[in-house]
Nanobody, 125 residues
Framework: VQLQASGGGSVQAGDSLRLSCAAS????????MGWFRQAPGKEREFVAA????????YYADSVKGRFIISRDSAKNTVYLQMNSLKPEDTAVYYC???????????????????WGQGTLVTVSS
């Protein structure tokens, strides 16, 4: 599956942005999907994930209550709605797909098999 992230931009603190991750060559409902980010000079970190069924979501503590991950199977796209943005949310955001291991528990922060290119989000104070 190929993933294409988009929707990044430059905003002010407190603003909102919605990132999109369009999939091709595969169906998002066949994968657990996640969003990660990497700030300048820092390691990539987990942001949010949605299970293959779409019924479960998981968030990093730093974004819980502000970000919402969702999926539109008809559009084969996963979204990350980011509200109340803070300067510390500035990063390149990546979407990723995790092949489900049937019979095993979902690991939202586990290994992801496919990655899209990043989209830059800059939040100024």
């Amino acid at each position: 599956v190929q993933l294409q992230a988009s929707g990044g931009g430059s905003v002010q603190a407190g603003d909102s942005l919605r990132l999109s991750c369009a999939a091709s060559g595969g169906t998002v409902s066949n994968y657990h999907m996640g969003w990660f980010r990497q700030a300048p000079g820092k390691e990539r970190e987990f942001v949010a994930a949605i299970s293959r069924s779409g019924g479960r979501t998981y968030y990093a503590d730093s974004v819980k209550g502000r970000f919402i991950i969702s999926r539109d199977s008809a559009k084969n796209t996963v979204y990350l709605q980011m509200n109340s943005l803070k300067p510390e949310d500035t990063a390149v955001y990546y979407c990723a797909a995790q092949s489900p291991l049937y019979g095993s528990a979902w690991l939202p922060k586990g290994k992801y098999d496919y990655w899209g290119q990043g989209t830059l989000v800059t939040v100024s104070s």
